[in-house]
């Protein structure tokens, strides 16, 4: 067999390959990245609901934040005596009942 007959397999297998070697290598950990993403918005939500619920203050503001080697839920609220406490929440680690906030006992008994 000749080269020139050997053309059109080569091509053929050439063309079999392609859309393998054209997609996007970023494209294989898309999925992964988007659940992330959804994980952190459900665990952000949660964080702001259950924040709500045990200070019964209005939440100013609330986003993740790194800490301490993972994403942790930071969350800002307003008490009833119009003071601003931080809190943070950690869902993977919940060992007291009440979110932590980021300074100690400042002397006020809420």
Excluded: C, W
Excluded at 43 to 70: C, K, Q, W
Excluded at 75 to 91: F, H, I, L, Q, T
Aim: charged share 35%.
């Amino acid at each position: 067999m000749s080269r020139i007959a050997l053309i059109p397999f080569a091509l053929a297998a050439a063309l079999a390959a392609l859309p393998a070697a054209a997609q996007d290598p970023r494209d294989a950990g898309h999925d992964r990245n988007h659940d992330h993403r959804r994980d952190d918005r459900r665990a952000l939500a949660d964080a702001v609901r259950r924040i709500e619920r045990e200070t019964r203050g209005e939440v100013l503001s609330a986003e993740r934040v790194p800490f301490d080697g993972r994403d942790v839920s930071r969350v800002k609220v307003v008490d009833a005596s119009g003071r601003v406490r931080v809190y943070m929440d950690d869902p993977h680690v919940r060992h007291e009942r009440q979110p932590t906030r980021t300074r100690g006992h400042d002397g006020n008994s809420d």
